[in-house]
Antibody
Framework: EVQLVESGGGLIQRGANLRLSCAAS????????MTWVRQTPGGGLEWLSS????????QNSDSVKGRFIISRDNSKNTLYLDMHSLRDDDTAVYYC?????????????????WGQGTLVTVSP | EIVMTQSPATLSVSPGERITLSCRAS??????LAWYQQKPGQVPRLLIY???ARATGVPDRFSGGGSGTEFTLIISSLQAEDFAAYYC?????????FGGGTKVEIK
């Protein structure tokens, strides 16, 4: 069974940095692109970043470009999101998700499954 | 950026009813459109991809349609477990974008 378990969230001060992790199991991690999506308190979903199977290619939302960095360690079956200079509007539940099909193109950017999420709360 | 607009924002229905949810793209996405279901307290789950292909394990009362800029998700006979939020997502171009969601609630 595919499992994705996020960790690293919590209460963090505005302007601070945070690293989220997503531990993957139940599939060949190095064969699939991965992604981070967040869900704001209002309920909306926002795609943040995706990374290719090897980690050599990434795509990022303009809203977090330059502040959030996606990476992966295939030897540890782990996906990361390094978040810098956190702002109040970064408060959200952060999900990692697996691309449903193999391949690094936007055409394979369908997300299944999703992890349980980790809550990041940025305080003033 | 391709803007995805879902309507209505909320739909109040009774079990057994047939419902249609809409998703509109600001520019064509061909059939590169996915639907996700999120039940209260749960994580999003892939329902439909390629505008009309059901994901594994999705009941056939769910059907997706459309192409270009106009898409629909139809639930033919609403079951108790279908009361949830539904989101569309385009994957025709970067950045990937989601619609704002439709919440299906019990009337």
């Amino acid at each position: 069974e595919v499992q994705l378990v996020e960790s690293g969230g919590g209460l963090i001060q505005r302007g601070a940095n945070l690293r989220l992790s997503c531990a993957a199991s139940g599939f060949t991690f190095s064969s699939y692109a991965m992604t981070w999506v967040r869900q704001t308190p209002g309920g909306g979903l926002e795609w943040l970043s995706s990374i290719s199977e090897s980690g050599s290619n990434t795509q990022n939302s303009d809203s977090v470009k330059g502040r959030f960095i996606i990476s992966r360690d295939n030897s540890k079956n782990t996906l990361y999101l390094d978040m810098h200079s956190l702002r109040d509007d970064d408060t959200a539940v952060y999900y990692c998700a697996k691309f449903a099909i193999t391949g690094w193109t936007r055409l394979s950017a369908i997300f299944d499954p999703w992890g349980q999420g980790t809550l990041v709360t940025v305080s003033p | 950026e391709i803007v995805m607009t879902q309507s209505p924002a909320t739909l109040s229905v009774s079990p057994g009813e047939r419902i249609t949810l809409s998703c509109r793209a600001s520019q064509t996405v061909s059939t590169r459109l996915a639907w996700y279901q999120q039940k209260p307290g749960q994580v999003p789950r892939l329902l439909i991809y390629g505008a009309s292909a059901r994901a594994t394990g999705v009941p056939d009362r769910f059907s997706g349609g459309g192409s270009g800029t106009e898409f629909t998700l139809i639930i033919s006979s609403l079951q108790a477990e279908d009361f949830a939020a539904y989101y569309c997502q385009q994957y025709n171009d970067w950045p990937l974008t989601f619609g704002g969601g439709t919440k299906v609630e019990i009337k």
